[in-house]
């Protein structure tokens, strides 16, 4: 017989999409994602809490976390939050010779890690194992001595049980490694707490030598002022500025000094330590100074001293004003002006020579009308005011060799040096002149 031949495999009918246009509302995986979690179809309902009602099950239980927690361990030893869980949770069992083992344990694996120490003390405390707690801070303390929250706990623990004098030993030997800042208020605090002042003064005079910043000197004149020991307050103020000296000189101290006087009703001495900071400290430096002395002699100075820090404060505007623009011959003038009124001859001649050094840069001579002026006031001040007669000659001979005659000249100059040849009745000079 004769094979029929195969039929052919038809193949399926796949439904022609009509419509290739994209749907009006477009959904993307990120809100079918919120969906399912705001309509919580993913979550798991937490498996049913299970009851222990006799020891053998209690046993089992033990057993089961015991080996789960040795497991995690074997894994991976140096992950300290394992230990911790594992500890924690004998700790919750009562088991506190267990969770003791493995804190040990745990620190033969990483003994420098001080959140374990302090997990294991907080234990021992709770257990109300006091001198197992000791015992640890001890240990603790003397492997982490840079650890400040070691010692904290260490120290609150001794204070909280009402130890007080182990509590001092303790801030004892850790102020022997020289903490930070904090750590030494903190124990003076302590200090006072139990109306210790001249513990407290002792810690201060440590304190201000291992850490010799200008705010802990004042912290320590504020504790002697508080407690009523002005003498001693002033001296603290005094070694200060003697401790730092004319190198280092802070505003902020001798206005604390001066303030402190102030409340003291001794304003002549307040007067004599703004003056002293201000002949010293830089002006560009000094401008809280300066505001706390202005106020200081608004409120109790009389009108000269009053007049005195307006003019110095004037000098200052005007010292920054020719430093920032030494071209300025407008503020050139208004400073000597001011300080020709004051009558200080060495300053008034020395901001004379510094003004006639900026010569103009430019050689034309309506950039150098106002510079000329500088010559003839600084002349004619030598010539009236300091009587010296040599020097203003010498101010006139030096100006016409500056000026640059092949481009221009000023003939007023030529007239004011021969005038002043004249009046000295010397008339060879003025001719030449």
């Not at 046993?59 to 991976?76: G, I, P, S």
């Not at 603290?236 to 604390?256: M, N, Q």
């Not at 005007?318 to 300080?339: G, I, T």
């Not at 000659?393 to 640059?404: A, G, M, S």
Request: aromatic residues 14%.
């Amino acid at each position: 017989m004769e094979e029929s031949p195969p039929k052919p495999v038809k193949p399926p009918k796949v439904a022609k999409v009509k419509n290739k246009a994209p749907a009006e509302i477009q959904i993307t995986a990120e809100q079918l994602l919120r969906e399912a979690k705001e309509r919580d179809l993913e979550i798991v309902p937490p498996p049913p809490k299970q009851k222990i009602s006799d020891p053998d099950e209690l046993a089992e239980y033990q057993h089961r976390k015991r080996k789960a927690f040795e497991d995690a361990l074997r894994r991976n030893r140096s992950v300290i939050g394992n230990w911790i869980k594992y500890a924690k949770w004998e700790e919750s069992q009562r088991e506190v010779q267990r969770a003791r083992s493995i804190y040990e344990r745990a620190l033969d694996v990483d003994h420098r890690n001080p959140t374990l120490w302090l997990k294991y003390t907080e234990m021992e405390m709770r257990a109300k194992q006091i001198n197992h707690a000791r015992n640890l801070w001890d240990r603790a303390v003397t492997l982490l001595p840079r650890v400040d929250s070691l010692w904290y706990k260490y120290t609150y623990m001794e204070e909280m049980l009402g130890n007080v004098a182990g509590c001092r030993q303790v801030f004892e030997r850790w102020m022997e490694w020289e903490p930070a800042e904090q750590a030494w208020l903190t124990y003076i605090k302590f200090e006072l707490r139990y109306k210790e002042s001249d513990r407290a003064r002792a810690i201060y005079e440590r304190f201000v030598y291992v850490h010799p910043d200008v705010s802990n000197w004042i912290k320590y004149a504020r504790f002697e002022e508080q407690h009523g020991y002005i003498t001693s307050a002033r001296q603290v103020y005094e070694r200060a500025v003697e401790f730092f000296g004319d190198d280092y000189l802070y505003e902020k101290l001798f206005i604390s000094f001066a303030k402190f006087e102030e409340g003291q009703k001794e304003h002549e001495r307040a007067r004599v330590i703004y003056k002293y900071a201000l002949d010293r400290i830089p002006s560009e430096t000094a401008q809280e100074l300066y505001k706390a002395y202005t106020i200081h002699e608004k409120k109790f100075g009389d009108r000269s001293a009053i007049e005195d820090v307006i003019v110095n404060k004037r000098k200052i505007q005007y010292e920054q004003e020719v430093k920032s623009n030494p071209l300025n011959y407008d503020a050139w003038f208004d400073y000597l002006r001011l300080l020709e009124d004051g009558g200080d001859e060495e300053v008034i001649r020395d901001t004379y020579e510094r003004a006639i050094s900026n010569v103009p840069p430019v050689q034309e001579k309506m950039y150098w009308r106002r510079y000329i002026y500088f010559w003839i006031n600084y002349a004619l001040y030598e010539e009236l005011e300091t009587q010296d007669m040599e020097r203003a000659r010498q101010v006139y001979k030096t100006c016409l060799e500056i000026i640059p005659h092949k481009k221009f000249t000023f003939a007023k100059m030529w007239l004011f040096a021969a005038q002043l040849e004249i009046r000295l009745k010397e008339l060879t000079s003025s001719y030449k002149a």
